[in-house]
Protein backbone atom coordinates (compact mmCIF):
# COMPACT_ATOMS: atom_id res chain seq x y z
CA UNK A 1 0.00 0.00 0.00
CA UNK A 2 1.27 3.85 -1.21
CA UNK A 3 1.65 6.36 1.85
CA UNK A 4 -0.85 8.51 -0.31
CA UNK A 5 -3.56 5.24 -0.14
CA UNK A 6 -2.34 4.80 3.40
CA UNK A 7 -3.00 8.42 4.33
CA UNK A 8 -6.67 8.57 2.90
CA UNK A 9 -7.52 5.10 4.40
CA UNK A 10 -6.43 6.31 7.63
CA UNK A 11 -8.68 10.07 7.41
CA UNK A 12 -11.67 7.75 6.37
CA UNK A 13 -11.65 5.69 9.38
CA UNK A 14 -11.24 9.09 11.40
CA UNK A 15 -14.10 10.80 9.35
CA UNK A 16 -12.14 13.40 7.74
CA UNK A 17 -10.75 14.81 4.26
CA UNK A 18 -7.29 15.55 2.93
CA UNK A 19 -5.59 18.81 3.26
CA UNK A 20 -3.30 19.04 0.89
CA UNK A 21 -1.32 22.60 0.48
CA UNK A 22 0.99 23.65 -2.70
CA UNK A 23 3.84 25.67 -2.76
CA UNK A 24 6.66 26.52 -5.13
CA UNK A 25 9.51 24.86 -4.49
CA UNK A 26 12.60 27.58 -4.24
CA UNK A 27 9.83 30.07 -3.68
CA UNK A 28 10.89 32.81 -2.24
CA UNK A 29 14.52 30.99 -2.54
CA UNK A 30 15.55 27.21 -1.43
CA UNK A 31 16.49 28.06 1.95
CA UNK A 32 12.55 28.84 2.94
CA UNK A 33 11.02 25.84 1.38
CA UNK A 34 12.13 23.58 3.98
CA UNK A 35 10.69 25.08 6.87
CA UNK A 36 7.31 26.42 4.51
CA UNK A 37 6.92 22.02 3.91
CA UNK A 38 7.16 21.39 7.52
CA UNK A 39 4.89 24.82 8.70
CA UNK A 40 2.15 23.01 6.37
CA UNK A 41 2.60 19.72 8.32
CA UNK A 42 2.28 21.55 11.48
CA UNK A 43 -0.66 23.41 10.20
CA UNK A 44 -2.89 20.41 9.16
CA UNK A 45 -1.70 19.30 6.43
CA UNK A 46 -2.03 15.73 5.16
CA UNK A 47 -0.16 15.96 1.88
CA UNK A 48 1.92 18.28 0.22
CA UNK A 49 2.05 19.14 -3.07
CA UNK A 50 5.27 20.65 -4.25
CA UNK A 51 5.66 22.48 -7.27
CA UNK A 52 8.62 21.76 -9.58
CA UNK A 53 9.33 25.78 -11.57
CA UNK A 54 8.77 25.73 -14.81
CA UNK A 55 8.75 28.50 -17.45
CA UNK A 56 5.71 28.24 -19.14
CA UNK A 57 3.39 26.81 -16.40
CA UNK A 58 0.67 26.52 -18.67
CA UNK A 59 -2.43 25.48 -16.28
CA UNK A 60 -1.11 28.26 -13.65
CA UNK A 61 -2.23 31.44 -13.33
CA UNK A 62 -0.49 34.59 -12.55
CA UNK A 63 0.39 34.12 -8.86
CA UNK A 64 1.76 30.37 -9.06
CA UNK A 65 3.62 31.71 -12.13
CA UNK A 66 5.10 34.30 -10.57
CA UNK A 67 6.44 31.89 -7.77
CA UNK A 68 7.80 29.52 -10.70
CA UNK A 69 9.91 32.97 -12.28
CA UNK A 70 11.21 33.71 -9.13
CA UNK A 71 12.36 30.14 -8.00
CA UNK A 72 13.58 29.85 -11.48
CA UNK A 73 15.81 32.99 -10.74
CA UNK A 74 17.34 31.82 -7.79
CA UNK A 75 18.27 28.65 -9.70
CA UNK A 76 15.76 25.93 -8.89
CA UNK A 77 16.16 22.69 -10.35
CA UNK A 78 14.83 19.32 -10.45
CA UNK A 79 17.62 18.19 -8.87
CA UNK A 80 17.41 20.76 -5.81
CA UNK A 81 13.80 19.60 -5.71
CA UNK A 82 14.27 16.15 -5.34
CA UNK A 83 16.96 16.97 -2.93
CA UNK A 84 14.94 19.47 -0.88
CA UNK A 85 12.52 16.17 -0.36
CA UNK A 86 15.26 14.01 0.97
CA UNK A 87 16.16 16.96 3.73
CA UNK A 88 12.49 17.02 4.58
CA UNK A 89 12.60 13.22 5.02
CA UNK A 90 15.59 13.50 7.71
CA UNK A 91 12.59 14.94 10.17
CA UNK A 92 9.41 13.58 8.86
CA UNK A 93 9.18 10.19 7.65
CA UNK A 94 4.93 10.58 7.26
CA UNK A 95 3.87 13.20 5.27
CA UNK A 96 3.45 12.06 1.82
CA UNK A 97 4.81 14.52 -0.95
CA UNK A 98 3.61 14.91 -4.40
CA UNK A 99 6.07 16.34 -7.39
CA UNK A 100 3.70 18.40 -9.45
CA UNK A 101 4.83 20.00 -12.77
CA UNK A 102 5.13 19.89 -16.49
CA UNK A 103 6.62 17.59 -18.42
CA UNK A 104 9.90 19.17 -19.97
CA UNK A 105 11.92 18.69 -16.41
CA UNK A 106 11.17 14.86 -16.49
CA UNK A 107 12.19 14.57 -20.27
CA UNK A 108 15.59 16.55 -19.63
CA UNK A 109 16.36 13.75 -17.21
CA UNK A 110 14.98 10.80 -18.38
CA UNK A 111 11.53 9.03 -17.16
CA UNK A 112 13.06 6.24 -15.75
CA UNK A 113 15.98 8.24 -14.14
CA UNK A 114 13.84 10.12 -12.63
CA UNK A 115 11.50 8.06 -10.89
CA UNK A 116 14.60 6.03 -9.17
CA UNK A 117 15.90 9.48 -8.13
CA UNK A 118 12.23 10.35 -6.85
CA UNK A 119 11.91 7.28 -5.21
CA UNK A 120 15.31 7.62 -3.37
CA UNK A 121 14.16 11.01 -1.91
CA UNK A 122 11.44 10.28 -0.91
CA UNK A 123 8.59 11.48 -3.10
CA UNK A 124 5.45 9.35 -3.11
CA UNK A 125 3.26 10.42 -5.90
CA UNK A 126 3.91 12.82 -9.60
CA UNK A 127 1.36 14.87 -10.92
CA UNK A 128 2.21 16.05 -14.66
CA UNK A 129 0.20 18.71 -15.50
CA UNK A 130 0.94 17.94 -19.51
CA UNK A 131 0.76 14.22 -19.27
CA UNK A 132 -2.43 13.25 -21.03
CA UNK A 133 -3.49 9.88 -19.23
CA UNK A 134 -4.47 8.63 -22.53
CA UNK A 135 -0.63 8.81 -23.49
CA UNK A 136 0.52 7.98 -19.97
CA UNK A 137 0.48 4.24 -19.71
CA UNK A 138 4.48 3.37 -20.14
CA UNK A 139 4.58 6.58 -17.49
CA UNK A 140 2.46 5.34 -15.05
CA UNK A 141 3.94 2.03 -15.22
CA UNK A 142 7.33 3.73 -15.04
CA UNK A 143 6.15 5.08 -11.93
CA UNK A 144 4.60 2.84 -10.28
CA UNK A 145 7.87 0.47 -10.76
CA UNK A 146 9.02 3.18 -8.84
CA UNK A 147 6.88 3.13 -5.71
CA UNK A 148 5.06 6.17 -7.00
CA UNK A 149 1.55 6.76 -7.49
CA UNK A 150 0.94 8.54 -11.05
CA UNK A 151 -2.00 11.12 -10.11
CA UNK A 152 -3.69 13.02 -13.05
CA UNK A 153 -6.41 15.71 -13.84
CA UNK A 154 -9.62 15.93 -14.58
CA UNK A 155 -11.48 18.82 -15.65
CA UNK A 156 -15.11 20.18 -15.95
CA UNK A 157 -14.81 19.13 -19.32
CA UNK A 158 -13.61 15.93 -18.92
CA UNK A 159 -15.34 12.68 -21.34
CA UNK A 160 -16.60 9.95 -20.45
CA UNK A 161 -14.06 8.24 -22.06
CA UNK A 162 -11.26 10.54 -20.57
CA UNK A 163 -12.63 9.49 -17.10
CA UNK A 164 -12.55 5.99 -17.80
CA UNK A 165 -9.00 6.19 -19.32
CA UNK A 166 -7.60 8.11 -16.01
CA UNK A 167 -8.52 4.91 -14.29
CA UNK A 168 -6.41 3.05 -16.07
CA UNK A 169 -3.52 4.66 -15.40
CA UNK A 170 -3.93 6.47 -12.11
CA UNK A 171 -3.23 5.48 -8.43
CA UNK A 172 -2.91 7.55 -5.24
CA UNK A 173 -5.88 9.90 -6.23
CA UNK A 174 -7.32 12.07 -9.01
CA UNK A 175 -6.91 15.51 -9.21
CA UNK A 176 -10.49 17.36 -9.97
CA UNK A 177 -9.93 20.95 -11.12
CA UNK A 178 -13.14 22.52 -10.62
CA UNK A 179 -13.17 25.13 -12.88
CA UNK A 180 -12.53 26.42 -16.73
CA UNK A 181 -9.71 28.03 -15.91
CA UNK A 182 -6.27 28.53 -14.51
CA UNK A 183 -5.25 28.57 -11.05
CA UNK A 184 -6.14 31.03 -8.44
CA UNK A 185 -9.77 31.88 -10.37
CA UNK A 186 -12.58 32.39 -7.89
CA UNK A 187 -15.76 31.58 -9.74
CA UNK A 188 -15.98 28.33 -7.74
CA UNK A 189 -19.51 26.73 -8.18
CA UNK A 190 -19.41 24.17 -5.53
CA UNK A 191 -22.60 22.62 -6.57
CA UNK A 192 -21.91 21.77 -10.08
CA UNK A 193 -18.65 20.20 -8.59
CA UNK A 194 -20.56 18.24 -6.05
CA UNK A 195 -22.87 17.10 -9.13
CA UNK A 196 -19.50 15.55 -11.02
CA UNK A 197 -18.15 13.71 -8.36
CA UNK A 198 -19.97 10.48 -7.94
CA UNK A 199 -19.32 9.75 -11.80
CA UNK A 200 -15.68 10.33 -11.63
CA UNK A 201 -15.55 8.29 -7.89
CA UNK A 202 -17.68 5.52 -9.97
CA UNK A 203 -15.05 4.79 -13.21
CA UNK A 204 -12.36 5.24 -11.07
CA UNK A 205 -12.75 4.09 -7.74
CA UNK A 206 -9.58 6.62 -6.44
CA UNK A 207 -10.44 9.59 -3.82
CA UNK A 208 -11.08 12.67 -5.60
CA UNK A 209 -9.39 15.72 -4.24
CA UNK A 210 -10.57 19.29 -5.39
CA UNK A 211 -8.33 22.60 -6.27
CA UNK A 212 -8.22 25.98 -8.42
CA UNK A 213 -10.25 28.32 -6.58
CA UNK A 214 -10.28 27.26 -3.29
CA UNK A 215 -9.10 30.36 -1.12
CA UNK A 216 -10.60 30.31 2.46
CA UNK A 217 -12.23 27.91 5.38
CA UNK A 218 -15.56 28.15 4.02
CA UNK A 219 -15.11 27.14 0.46
CA UNK A 220 -12.78 24.36 1.94
CA UNK A 221 -15.19 23.10 4.33
CA UNK A 222 -17.86 23.25 1.44
CA UNK A 223 -15.58 21.45 -0.54
CA UNK A 224 -14.76 19.13 2.37
CA UNK A 225 -18.55 17.97 2.34
CA UNK A 226 -18.21 16.36 -1.27
CA UNK A 227 -14.58 15.42 -1.89
CA UNK A 228 -11.91 13.33 -0.08
CA UNK A 229 -9.44 16.21 -0.23
CA UNK A 230 -9.26 19.93 -0.75
CA UNK A 231 -6.20 21.30 -2.67
CA UNK A 232 -4.98 25.01 -2.32
CA UNK A 233 -2.75 26.72 -3.52
CA UNK A 234 -2.47 30.11 -5.04
CA UNK A 235 -3.80 31.50 -1.72
CA UNK A 236 -0.82 30.48 0.36
CA UNK A 237 1.50 31.80 -2.79
CA UNK A 238 -0.46 34.60 -2.54
CA UNK A 239 0.46 34.19 1.82
CA UNK A 240 4.10 33.93 1.13
CA UNK A 241 4.20 37.40 -1.67
CA UNK A 242 3.00 39.69 0.90
CA UNK A 243 5.26 38.26 3.69
CA UNK A 244 8.76 38.99 4.52
CA UNK A 245 11.10 35.60 4.95
CA UNK A 246 11.02 36.21 8.53
CA UNK A 247 7.04 36.36 8.74
CA UNK A 248 6.20 33.66 6.14
CA UNK A 249 6.12 30.78 7.98
CA UNK A 250 3.74 32.36 10.68
CA UNK A 251 1.61 33.59 8.35
CA UNK A 252 1.30 30.47 6.03
CA UNK A 253 0.91 28.54 9.35
CA UNK A 254 -2.02 30.56 10.45
CA UNK A 255 -3.74 30.18 6.97
CA UNK A 256 -3.51 26.84 6.68
CA UNK A 257 -4.92 26.17 10.46
CA UNK A 258 -7.42 27.95 9.60
CA UNK A 259 -8.11 25.89 6.14
CA UNK A 260 -8.33 23.27 8.57
CA UNK A 261 -10.47 24.14 11.43
CA UNK A 262 -13.02 24.70 8.44
CA UNK A 263 -12.84 21.20 6.87
CA UNK A 264 -12.71 19.78 10.69
CA UNK A 265 -16.03 21.63 11.37
CA UNK A 266 -17.83 20.25 8.09
Known sequence: MSKIQATFERLQAQGRKALIPFITCGDPDAALTLPLMHTLVEAGADIIELGVPFSDPMADGPTIQRASERALAKGMNMRKVLAIVAEFRKADADTPV??????????????????????????????????????????????????????????????????????????????????KGVTGSAALDVDAVAARLPNIREKTGLPVGVGFGIRDAETAGRIARIADAVVIGSRIIEEIEKSTPETACANVKALIAGIRAGMDAA
Open 98 to 179: VLMGYANPIEAMGVERFGAAAQEAGVDGVLVVDYPPEESAEFSAAMKTHGLDPIFLLAPTSTEERIAGTAKVASGYVYYVSL
